[in-house]
T-cell receptor, first 116, second 115 residues
């Protein structure tokens, strides 16, 4: 299983763009990269998922270089409500693509603090 | 239901007692996960169910922990002879198990306190 490494914490100010990088040097061919957000006293919530290059949705962008050994979650113009812990997750491709989606390992996450 | 439902939301028990935590996944989701989160820590994988396949129990910390999933739906996590170090939030998640995203949908968790 691919192990992930993220910064423990990051600070930012409202309106800034925040980039959180995750390292996953031993990512496997079938592995997807997924990011989750967790607020205190809540379960994690899916943000974005990708396999390679760039993925963008209404919340964030995910940049994955060609070697896929790292990925960067980009949050545009953060607000105070974006203060949360962000987890990078690397796991098997969903069953649709023939993967097993076996146990999915969360790292310790990155605690993002957004200040006014 | 609309989302993953867990009960109880809070459980206080005495050391040595057994506890059962329940998870009701989103209807139609074939995959179900249990995680444990200690205060200020990340998520620790416990067990994974996928359809009728044998569960992946590789994350269970000891033989005091067990889980079952009846009829491919509701799951119960049982902790026998609880210890103080078992105090944590136990999170359940489900996913479709098929389709492109494999997105996990988490419940609000069951907070266990062992005195």
């Amino acid at each position: 299983l691919a192990k992930t490494t993220q910064p423990i914490s990051m600070d930012s100010y409202e309106g800034q763009e925040v980039n959180i990088t995750c390292s996953h040097n031993n990512i496997a061919t079938n592995d997807y990269i997924t990011w989750y957000q967790q607020f205190p006293s809540q379960g994690p919530r899916f943000i974005i998922q990708g396999y390679k290059t760039k993925v963008t949705n209404e919340v964030a962008s995910l940049f994955i270089p060609a070697d896929r050994k790292s990925s960067t979650l980009s949050l545009p113009r953060v607000s105070l409500s974006d203060t949360a812990v962000y987890y990078c997750l690397v796991g098997d491709a969903p069953r649709y693509y023939g993967g097993s989606q076996g146990n999915l390992i969360f790292g310790k996450g990155t605690k993002l603090s957004v200040k006014p | 239901g609309a989302g993953v439902s867990q009960s109880p939301s809070n459980k206080v028990t005495e050391k040595g007692k057994d506890v059962e935590l329940r998870c009701d996944p989103i209807s139609g989701h074939t995959a179900l996960y249990w995680y444990r989160q200690s205060l200020g820590q990340g998520l620790e994988f416990l067990i994974y169910f996928q359809g009728n396949s044998a569960p992946d129990k590789s994350g269970l910390p000891s033989d005091r922990f067990s889980a079952e999933r009846t009829g491919g739906s509701v799951s119960t996590l049982t902790i026998q002879r609880t210890q103080q170090e078992d105090s944590a939030v136990y999170l359940c998640a489900s996913s479709r198990g098929t389709g492109a995203s494999g997105e996990l949908f988490f419940g609000e968790g069951s907070r266990l306190t062992v005195l």
